[in-house]
């Protein structure tokens, strides 16, 4: 069983930073995709960053900039460095990562999400 632990959220001014962090484990033999995704009320759903095994990474308009994906494949590990955060960055933050596992199967997989509020 393969499981997506986040943490890093919580509460900050605008103008200031978090970290998020996302670590897979379980019985994995590799993980291709890994993405940040957000959902704030009244909002879609929405894919912030995302970065390949190879490190190629991806951002939505929204956040370019201001935020950095990055990952640490030895450690099943994916970051979202947020900076310059806005109010309108509040959100539930989800990790997502598509997993291979030791069955060969590939999954996509979700994290329980992290609250990141950011106050005016």
């Known amino acids: 069983q393969v499981q997506l632990v986040e943490s890093g959220g919580g509460l900050v001014q605008a103008g200031g930073s978090l970290r998020l962090s996302c670590a897979a484990s379980g019985s994995i033999f590799g993980i291709n995709f890994m993405g940040w995704y957000r959902h704030a009320p009244g909002r879609q759903r929405e894919l912030v960053a995302s970065?390949?095994?190879?490190?190629?990474?991806n951002y939505a308009d929204s956040v370019k900039g201001r935020f950095t994906i990055s990952r640490d494949n030895a450690k099943n590990t994916v970051y979202l460095q947020m900076n310059s955060l806005k109010p309108e960055d509040t959100a539930v933050y989800y990790c997502?990562?598509?997993?291979?596992?030791?069955?060969?199967?590939?999954?996509?997989?979700w994290g329980q999400g992290t609250q990141v509020t950011v106050s005016s």
């Open positions: 997502n990562a598509d997993v291979q596992g030791d069955n060969y199967y590939w999954l996509n997989h």
């Open positions: 970065i390949t095994r190879a490190g190629s990474t």
